[in-house]
């Protein structure tokens, strides 16, 4: 079992920055992928970044690509996601999620959508307002 839990969301107004986090405790070993999700109602759920934890690569969706960064900190069992240049398309609730790496036809280790992903946070809001 792996537990997550998020913090640091919030209101923010566009062009600022905002970092959330997600402490991992339990069988973290197990799940060497991390990633941050959103979510906005009536959409699905859509993968923001991800990190494998082993090597340390990362994917980032494109919308957010040159703005968002995930990171690691292996001492806290904690994963971050610093956002950068905010916009109000930003708005939506971000979970984290971790999952076992698998070897893709890409040659990467980790996957960018939900079914990859066992174990998910209660989620974090930020809204970035206009």
């Known amino acids: 079992q792996v537990q997550l839990v998020e913090s640091g969301g919030g209101s923010v107004q566009a062009g600022g920055s905002l970092r959330i986090a997600c402490v991992a405790s339990?069988?973290?070993?197990?799940?060497?992928?991390m990633g941050w999700f959103r979510q906005t109602p009536g959409k699905k759920r859509e993968a923001v970044a991800v990190i494998y934890t082993g090597a340390g690569s990362t994917y980032y969706g494109d919308s957010v690509k040159g703005r968002f960064t995930i990171s690691q900190d292996n001492d806290k069992n904690t994963v971050y996601l610093q956002m950068n240049s905010l916009k109000p398309e930003d708005t939506a609730m971000y979970y984290c999620a971790a999952g076992p790496s698998i070897l893709l036809s890409t040659g990467g280790w980790c996957g960018a959508s939900v079914p990859y992903y066992d174990y998910w946070g209660q989620g974090t809001q930020v809204t970035v307002s206009s």
């Open positions: 339990g069988h973290t070993a197990s799940r060497d992928c």
